[in-house]
């Protein structure tokens, strides 16, 4: 089982837009379209952003969106704000020979 | 609205066995939408799933861990357990039980984890 690939940090400056990568396999990401995105703020649980590729939970802003093409999934955050500031995890399950979860290493976001 | 807590010693010798236990409140532990899982997080390092598991009692390991781990659940208490043995100081972390949803396997409900240390 192996993680899956994300840059290990990303900034930008208030109002502007970023996107975080995350790269697997076709037993995973491009496998499927279950692949879902965290956010994690210092000393919390993680939360869930982004579901099934591009959904989002209730609750969850419109400024945050997600994408696939092949075996790399994407988040975008659009008009970045100070609160976007967080650790963000992708994570797909993975159908080899039984059910698996995987993670990717995690995206440092800093506004600048 | 469902919540999930976890409880469990906080300090573990090397070599001994950890366990945890995650309570479910609001919602039934009974559901066939939902899996129930461990996640960890080691100090300053991002998260790893550990483990995942039907209220039925079919159970998903991470090969990496396969060997030493054991989760269950006792439906009546509406609860569900890790334990992990021949624990090292490379299991300190995190531990959060989460809720996975079965059609799209992602992770709607956390608890707000617990920190176990490994540690003589």
């Known amino acids: 089982q192996s993680a899956l690939t994300q840059p290990a940090s990303v900034s930008g400056s208030p109002g502007q837009s970023i996107t975080i990568s995350c790269t697997g396999t076709?037993?995973?990401?491009?496998?499927?379209?279950?692949v879902s995105w965290y956010q994690q703020h210092p000393g919390k649980a993680p939360k869930l952003m982004i579901f099934d590729v591009s959904n989002r939970p209730s609750g969850v802003s419109n400024r945050f969106s997600g994408s696939k093409s092949g075996n790399t999934a994407s988040l975008t955050i659009s008009g970045l704000q100070a609160e976007d500031e967080a650790d963000y995890y992708c994570s797909s399950y993975t159908s080899s020979s039984t059910l698996e979860w995987v993670f990717g290493g995690g995206t440092k976001l800093t506004v600048l | 609205q469902l919540q999930l807590q976890e409880s469990g010693p906080g300090l573990v010798k090397p070599s001994e066995t950890l366990s945890l236990m995650c309570t479910v409140s609001g919602g039934s532990i009974r559901s066939s939408s939902y899996y129930w899982g461990w996640i960890r997080q080691p100090p300053g390092k991002g998260l790893e799933w550990i483990g995942s598991?039907?209220?039925?009692?079919?159970?998903y390991y991470n090969p990496s861990l396969k060997s030493r781990v054991t989760m269950s659940v006792d439906t009546s208490k509406n609860q569900f357990s890790l334990k992990l043995s021949s624990v090292s100081a490379a299991d300190t972390a995190v531990y959060y039980c989460?809720?996975?949803?079965?059609?799209?396997?992602?992770?709607?409900?956390w608890g707000k984890g617990t920190t176990v240390t490994v540690s003589s």
């Open positions: 598991m039907y209220y039925s009692g079919s159970t």
């Open positions: 076709s037993s995973d990401v491009g496998g499927h379209n279950y």
């Open positions: 989460v809720r996975l949803v079965v059609r799209g396997s992602h992770m709607d409900v």
